[in-house]
């Protein structure tokens, strides 16, 4: 099947700090999606982004298809941005989201 | 307009009884899936269901494990004789066409067995 990898698995920063995180996959897929899953353990859509780029806020996303790649922007990170993120994959030959490794994220004051 | 729910939000059970787990899809879904998350890793694919109909249980314990999506009412997830390995939060998600369309989460059931 379909592997997901993301970087880093760990990411500490300083409120207001900018911070790039990617998501690597193994073959061609036909939907992408990033979740950020809050300290209280609540999934939460952020980006529905099977290729181009996507801004939200202070939030923004690029999927590269071709490339087998997507990129989660944050950028003035609050702390309230703690938690771990997740991007996740549809394939064409299987009928389920892959969820890839997580980056966990700390916003510090 | 109603995201997906799910119930309960926090479940305990003795090691050797059941486990129920409901899910609600969002309004015009109807398809479901199960996800499994154990504490601190990511989250593990169980089974895909239509109205009626298992698409993909490629995710599932071959034992103890079972799930439906009925006509009318919640998909369930059912936990027979739960051991303490089956601690985990288990998730619902809905989308109305795999693969085209976004898929949505409900909050997750947090199963503690003791």
């Known amino acids: 099947g379909i592997q997901v990898e993301q970087s880093p698995p760990d990411l500490i920063l300083q409120e207001g700090a900018n911070s790039t995180l990617r998501c690597n996959f193994s073959d061609s897929v036909n939907n992408l999606q990033w979740f950020h899953q809050n300290p209280w353990g609540q999934l939460i859509n952020l980006f529905y982004i099977p290729s181009g780029t996507k801004q939200n806020g202070r939030l923004s996303a690029t999927t590269v298809a071709t490339e087998r790649y997507s990129l989660l922007y944050i950028s003035s990170s609050q702390t309230t941005d703690s938690g771990v993120y997740f991007c996740?994959?549809?394939?064409?030959?299987?009928?389920?989201?892959?969820f890839g490794t997580g980056t966990r994220l700390q916003v510090t004051l | 307009n109603a995201g997906v729910m799910q119930n309960p939000r926090h479940l305990v059970r003795r090691r050797g009884q059941e486990a129920r787990l409901r899910c609600s899809p969002m309004k015009g879904h109807s398809h479901v899936y199960w996800y499994r998350q154990l504490p601190e890793e990511g989250l593990k694919f169980m089974v895909y269901?239509?109205?009626?109909?298992?698409?993909?249980e490629s995710g599932m314990p071959k034992e103890r494990f079972s799930a439906e999506f009925p006509k009318e009412g919640p998909s369930i997830l059912r936990i027979q004789q739960v051991v303490r390995g089956d601690s985990a939060a288990y998730f619902c998600a809905s989308s109305n066409h795999p693969g085209d369309t976004e898929a949505f989460f409900g909050q997750g059931t947090r199963l503690t067995v003791v």
């Open positions: 996740a994959v549809y394939t064409g030959t299987a009928s389920k989201l892959t």
């Open positions: 269901l239509q109205k009626e109909n298992i698409i993909d």
